[in-house]
């Protein structure tokens, strides 16, 4: 807590066009008493302060500079959370303050727990680490109280497998992260540290093929979010740029020599920059992608293949099946898109081009 008493002794003299021997007559001190109290060398005794404050007519609080702070466990979070952003060590004292207040909240355990985690990552300071974890742990026996849809016991056991990791505990890390993988939330952390730190790379293979495939379908997926998005706020500029990455990343993943379920969604990822480039008027630009659309499509169609052989660099995807919402067929998928996206004039070229309904 910061006081500005030396200060505002200063200040409220000099608006009042007192000097320091007038101000000294006044309460009947000595002028180096009032120098020392300005000068920050001294505080005046309780019994000053309350006289000062009635002779320069404000409160106690406003001439020493106090200002109460909202000890609500949510703006304290707030407050923890922005000192943390920056680094800035205050938020270790906030956080304990906080623990003091709250001691069985589970959304103060957690957000503290996270705060020693961040600055025991970024230091690696073991007392931290450790404490990160002592409150980790606390937070899963009040785990009952969460209401915070984005952490669960998983997210909580994935935190601790870190502290672990940073503790230099790396096999318990592995052992943590592994027994709380569900649908492969962890198998790129797991991939990763076999891979990389335990010196076992061909047991992480499975781990990290099943992390591209997982990270590939949910960046697909949030690109043509995207474009719907982009699309209601008119931002043609934005969706065309995000459609033609999201087509760069499929691209980059994709062996050519090899048919498969990616030439279904290489035909969607087509046939949504089509839509864009026709949003952004590059009419030449959509027709050619809604062409090249049709070549995957028919392709994938002529003899469907939903598995994932042609995915580079993972092992054994010709035993993995993957569908998605659009539909089964490459051909209706596009179509299904093109409607989802209203784009009447694409839809007519798109049957043009091969007879779909």
Same mark, same amino acid.
């Given at each position: 807590?910061? @006081?500005?008493?030396?200060?505002?002794?200063?200040?409220?003299?000099?608006?009042?066009?007192?000097?320091?021997?007038?101000?000294?007559?006044? &309460?009947?001190?000595?002028?180096?008493?009032?120098? $020392?109290?300005?000068?920050?060398?001294? +505080?005046?005794?309780?019994?000053?302060?309350?006289?000062?404050?009635? #002779?320069?007519?404000?409160?106690?609080?406003?001439?020493?500079?106090?200002?109460?702070?909202?000890?609500?466990?949510? +703006?304290?979070? %707030?407050?923890?959370?922005?000192?943390?952003?920056?680094?800035?060590?205050?938020?270790?004292?906030?956080?304990?303050?906080?623990?003091?207040?709250?001691?069985?909240?589970?959304?103060?355990?957690?957000?503290?727990?996270?705060?020693?985690?961040?600055?025991?990552?970024?230091?690696? %300071?073991?007392?931290?680490?450790?404490?990160?974890?002592?409150?980790?742990?606390?937070?899963?026996?009040?785990?009952?109280?969460?209401?915070?849809?984005?952490?669960?016991?998983?997210?909580?056991?994935?935190?601790?497998? +870190?502290?672990?990791?940073? &503790?230099?505990?790396?096999?318990?890390?592995?052992?943590?992260?592994?027994?709380?993988?569900?649908?492969?939330?962890?198998?790129?952390?797991?991939?990763?540290? /076999?891979?990389?730190?335990?010196?076992?790379?061909?047991?992480?293979?499975?781990?990290? *093929?099943?992390?591209?495939?997982?990270?590939?379908?949910?960046?697909?997926?949030?690109?043509?979010?995207?474009?719907? /998005? #982009?699309?209601?706020?008119?931002?043609?500029?934005?969706?065309?740029?995000?459609?033609?990455?999201?087509?760069?990343?499929?691209?980059?993943?994709?062996?050519?020599?090899?048919?498969?379920? /990616?030439? $279904?969604?290489?035909?969607?990822?087509?046939?949504?920059?089509?839509?864009?480039?026709?949003?952004?008027?590059?009419?030449? *630009?959509?027709?050619?992608? @809604?062409?090249?659309?049709?070549?995957?499509?028919?392709?994938?169609?002529? $003899?469907?293949?939903?598995?994932?052989?042609?995915?580079?660099?993972?092992?054994?995807? %010709?035993?993995? +099946?993957?569908? %998605?919402?659009?539909? *089964?067929?490459? *051909?209706?998928?596009?179509?299904?898109?093109?409607?989802?996206?209203?784009?009447?004039?694409?839809?007519?070229?798109?049957?043009? /081009?091969?007879?779909?309904?």
């Amino acid at each position: 807590m910061k @006081l500005t008493l030396a200060e505002n002794i200063r200040l409220f003299r000099k608006q009042r066009k007192l000097t320091q021997e007038k101000l000294a007559e006044a &309460l009947g001190v000595t002028v180096g008493a009032v120098y $020392k109290w300005e000068s920050g060398q001294s +505080t005046p005794e309780l019994n000053l302060i309350v006289e000062l404050a009635d #002779f320069f007519d404000v409160s106690v609080d406003a001439l020493l500079g106090y200002q109460m702070q909202d000890n609500r466990l949510e +703006t304290m979070q %707030d407050r923890i959370g922005q000192a943390c952003r920056r680094l800035d060590p205050a938020a270790l004292a906030e956080a304990e303050k906080a623990l003091a207040r709250y001691p069985h909240s589970f959304p103060a355990v957690y957000s503290c727990a996270m705060v020693y985690l961040v600055f025991g990552s970024a230091s690696r %300071d073991k007392a931290q680490l450790r404490r990160a974890q002592e409150l980790l742990e606390q937070s899963l026996v009040l785990l009952r109280q969460n209401e915070d849809p984005r952490v669960s016991e998983t997210s909580n056991k994935g935190a601790l497998a +870190t502290v672990l990791f940073l &503790l230099g505990e790396r096999e318990e890390s592995l052992e943590l992260l592994k027994k709380n993988n569900v649908s492969g939330v962890f198998s790129d952390e797991i991939g990763l540290l /076999l891979a990389g730190y335990l010196g076992r790379p061909e047991e992480a293979s499975p781990f990290l *093929a099943e992390a591209l495939l997982e990270g590939l379908s949910t960046l697909q997926t949030a690109v043509v979010g995207y474009v719907f /998005l #982009f699309r209601s706020r008119g931002d043609w500029a934005s969706a065309l740029a995000v459609s033609s990455w999201g087509l760069e990343l499929l691209n980059g993943v994709k062996a050519e020599t090899q048919t498969d379920s /990616l030439d $279904k969604v290489q035909a969607e990822m087509l046939a949504v920059l089509a839509y864009t480039q026709a949003q952004a008027g590059q009419r030449e *630009a959509a027709l050619a992608s @809604l062409r090249k659309a049709a070549v995957f499509a028919q392709r994938f169609d002529s $003899k469907p293949d939903y598995s994932l052989k042609s995915l580079r660099f993972a092992d054994h995807m %010709d035993q993995i +099946t993957v569908f %998605d919402i659009f539909g *089964a067929s490459a *051909a209706g998928s596009v179509t299904e898109l093109l409607r989802r996206l209203d784009a009447p004039a694409l839809c007519e070229q798109w049957k043009e /081009l091969g007879g779909y309904e």
